[in-house]
């Protein structure tokens, strides 16, 4: 079973005010620390996804080296979030993959764990059509997708995410993963997010 990793970093950092994935934390950014729990994951590949013109800098040398990732400049990311995703599961399907997760790359503290548990889900269900986390009865990232699903997150347009799709009777066609600690759900999009995670990497 062929699982890869949409990793999404195209977002414009508007609430940031500057390129949030650049922003250091000791000797990471925050762009490259979810990916570096990815590359630790059992996935077979990793898309990141990012805009037109980005150079993906903020990733260290040998991240953007490894054998496993692949760098993708979506050139349609203006029109919003479902271009990125679209970007990815196109590549996905070239790829013939079996399944997708889709990550944030702002959303530093995701752990392979969490990824394992999907993917080990849907391996002990062969007809579930999507694994995704939830924290608060809210469904958040990281979502696994099989490939049945492919055309449906294709169709998306404009600013809309895949949680648009997952919604009422839809529900019972997957599972929910509930996740008990917002930590490892939440995202770095202002100023206090970033000084919380300053901080809390200098516990660690």
């Given at each position: 079973?062929?699982i890869?990793?949409i990793?999404?970093?195209a977002g414009?950092?508007g609430?940031?005010?500057?390129h949030k994935?650049?922003l250091?934390?000791?000797?990471m950014?925050?762009?490259s620390?979810?990916?570096e729990t990815?590359?630790?994951a059992p996935l077979d590949?990793i898309?990141?996804?990012?805009?037109?013109t980005?150079d993906?800098d903020?990733?260290p040398?040998e991240m953007?080296?490894?054998?496993?990732?692949?760098i993708?400049?979506?050139?349609?990311?203006?029109?919003?979030?479902?271009?990125s995703?679209?970007?990815?599961?196109?590549?996905?399907?070239?790829?013939?993959?079996d399944?997708?997760?889709?990550l944030?790359?702002d959303?530093?503290?995701?752990?392979?764990?969490?990824?394992?548990?999907m993917i080990?889900?849907?391996k002990d269900?062969p007809?579930?059509r999507?694994?995704?986390?939830?924290?608060?009865?809210?469904?958040?990232?990281?979502?696994l997708?099989?490939?049945?699903?492919y055309?449906e997150l294709l169709?998306?347009?404009?600013d809309?995410?895949?949680?648009?799709?997952?919604q009422?009777d839809?529900?019972r066609?997957g599972?929910?993963?509930?996740?008990?600690d917002k930590?490892?759900?939440c995202d770095?999009?202002?100023e206090d997010?970033?000084?919380?995670?300053q901080?809390?990497?200098?516990t660690?």
């Amino acid at each position: 079973m062929k699982i890869v990793g949409i990793y999404l970093a195209a977002g414009n950092s508007g609430r940031m005010g500057t390129h949030k994935l650049a922003l250091p934390v000791g000797t990471m950014t925050v762009g490259s620390l979810a990916l570096e729990t990815a590359l630790k994951a059992p996935l077979d590949e990793i898309y990141v996804i990012t805009t037109e013109t980005d150079d993906a800098d903020w990733l260290p040398a040998e991240m953007k080296s490894h054998a496993k990732c692949t760098i993708i400049n979506c050139s349609a990311t203006y029109e919003g979030q479902s271009e990125s995703l679209r970007c990815g599961i196109q590549r996905a399907q070239a790829d013939r993959a079996d399944a997708v997760i889709v990550l944030l790359a702002d959303q530093p503290f995701i752990t392979v764990r969490m990824i394992e548990e999907m993917i080990a889900c849907t391996k002990d269900n062969p007809t579930c059509r999507f694994v995704a986390t939830t924290y608060d009865q809210s469904i958040m990232p990281p979502v696994l997708f099989s490939s049945s699903m492919y055309n449906e997150l294709l169709s998306l347009r404009g600013d809309k995410g895949a949680r648009a799709i997952l919604q009422g009777d839809y529900l019972r066609k997957g599972k929910l993963l509930p996740c008990t600690d917002k930590r490892f759900v939440c995202d770095v999009d202002t100023e206090d997010d970033y000084q919380t995670l300053q901080e809390i990497a200098i516990t660690k």
